[in-house]
């Protein structure tokens, strides 16, 4: 089975005019002839929220190439929590809090992906759309995130299989999902896959970061970022 | 290729900012309804001059005097040419303004998921002439509202200051009591503030401090009695 995977992370027109740091991060990689990859939001009024979500990323994926492919991702959030609190030392878990998106794509196509906090998750499966974030109740940031206590029932979770190309995952931090109309997620989804699949990993990776970038939204400010992993062909 | 551009909202994350306003008979007295439409104009005019702003600043203004309406739906400050002044007249139906504000901080289709936190101001110089424990209830129980930032001021002696003190919620801005007109312009000169300098800050969701500015000594300016 064969994937496209592509990411990018830019930093938000408002840490820019700061001379702030991004305080999004994210890790995508190959591992066992599959992808791993996690995108993460720190919140912006922490002091070291850019740590938390470097942290959280880099310690997701130091799990996920150390566990069994076949492991519901579910049973490892436990662990990366308490590695997260461990790799922020000295910083305090409210001053690095972070949202947290992540999941494992493995050779055969098999998906798990969660979610904790602000941000979009998106799956296709079988030609199925899914947006798995629920409807947000509130307002805007304000969010669960990785702290100082793991809850479990904090995150949203989904499992599946890719069996056709254009099949996939995306993740996203919030400075891209509150900016998307709800109604065309699906299509979008579908953009993402056509324009990817049409260019190389690298030429994929500028197109991606140009088009954050160039956000189209008045006044955006947040950083962004968005991790893509599509299924091509058998 | 396509661009991701046309999947993108084409207005900017909104941060609104919704007054509630005593306009019963008694705020005709001693020049308050007066300096309280001139403080709202300036408002709504420095909202609307901001050019820092990472969010889109919305006013929405509702009034309770013989009974509570919306007095300008909540829109973007920078496209108010103007409104009408606000004139005093009635009773004090402070829980059917309550439930006019519930109804627009629940309102996905007027207040997106993507706004920013709103900001909640209640003014008044009386006592509820209505059943406002109810309303007033179901706003602070709303999933939604209750997220709002409520600010108060009490304006004269005869204002219910222990109602207001339960309304405010934000621990930076206590209730503020107006004793003349110039304080009703200093409270809302601390609004403006506050709200510009939040949708300026990193975070447009975190409170700032709310510092009202001190009393111009040169000014000659009665008390409320």
Known sequence: ?234 | MSSLKKFAVATPRPLPVIVLADTSGSMGENGKIEALNAAMKDMVSTFAKESRLRAEIQVGLITFGGKAQMHLPLVAAHGVAGFSEFKADGVTPMGAAFDLARQLLEDKDRIPSRAYRPVLILLSDGQPTDDWEAPFKALCDSERAQKATRLAMAIGPDADEAMLKDFANDAEAPIFKAHNARDIHRFFRAVTMSVTTRTASQNPDISTAFVVPPPDDDALDLDFQ
């Open chain 1, 1 to 234: 089975m064969r994937f496209i995977a592509c990411g990018a992370s830019v930093i938000g027109p408002r840490h820019r005019d700061l001379g702030e740091p991004n305080q999004d991060a994210m890790v995508l990689a190959g591992c066992r002839g599959g992808w791993i990859a996690a995108v993460a939001d720190g919140l912006g009024s922490r002091a070291r929220s850019d740590l938390g979500a470097r942290s959280a990323c880099q310690g997701t994926r130091r799990i996920l190439r150390a566990t069994s492919s076949s492991l519901d991702l579910t049973a490892t959030l436990p662990l990366i929590h308490q590695q997260w609190l461990e790799a922020i030392v000295p910083t305090t878990p409210r001053d690095a809090a972070t949202t947290l998106l992540f999941g494992s794509v493995t050779d055969q196509g098999e998906v798990h992906a969660v979610q904790l906090g602000d941000g979009l998750l998106l799956v296709k499966c079988a030609g199925e759309f899914r947006r798995i974030t629920p409807e947000r109740t509130a307002y805007g940031n304000q969010t669960w995130a990785l702290e100082s206590t793991h809850l479990q029932d904090r995150w949203n979770c989904t499992k599946g299989r890719f069996t056709e190309p254009g099949d996939g995952v995306v993740l996203m931090t919030d400075g891209v999902a509150d900016d998307l109309e709800p109604a065309h997620l699906a299509d979008f989804f579908d953009a993402l896959y056509q324009d990817l699949s049409a260019r190389n990993r690298r030429r994929g990776r500028r197109w991606l970061q140009s088009e954050l970038n160039d956000w189209a939204t008045p006044l955006h400010s947040d950083d962004k970022t968005l991790v893509a992993i599509f299924r091509t062909s058998e």
